[in-house]
């Protein structure tokens, strides 16, 4: 458990010495936005837990995809599409 913070602190403490970065901010700020949209989406109109909504939107952001959840509806599944591409993309950048 310990090392778990020693890593956040100093994860903190990188976004904290890199926020000056207008690049970093910006990239921060859209993928938080990202997982905040599918997690809205998943929660609102799927009707998923607080806590399997924001899991399944970052697998999917990630395309880690770990298969415990997955589209069921046929809206879902066009947004889950749309989800990946749109953060994939705005990750590898």
Same mark, same amino acid.
């Given at each position: ?16 010495? $890199?926020? +000056? ?12 936005? /990202?997982?905040? +949209? ?7 109109? *799927? ?14 952001? $990630?395309?880690?995809? +770990? =298969?415990?959840? +997955?589209? *069921?509806?046929?809206?879902?599944? /066009? ?9 994939? =993309?705005?990750?590898?950048?």
């Amino acid at each position: 458990m310990m090392a778990l913070g020693l890593n956040l602190l100093r994860l903190l403490k990188a976004i904290a010495r $890199s926020w +000056s970065v207008p690049n970093f901010r910006a990239g921060l700020v859209l993928a938080l936005l /990202i997982l905040l +949209s599918g997690t809205v989406f998943y929660r609102g109109v *799927e009707g998923c837990s607080w806590t399997d909504a924001p899991y399944f939107s970052a697998t999917t952001v $990630s395309t880690v995809g +770990s =298969g415990d959840l +997955s589209p *069921e509806t046929g809206l879902r599944k /066009i947004f889950t599409v749309l989800h990946t591409f749109v953060g994939v =993309g705005a990750l590898g950048l």
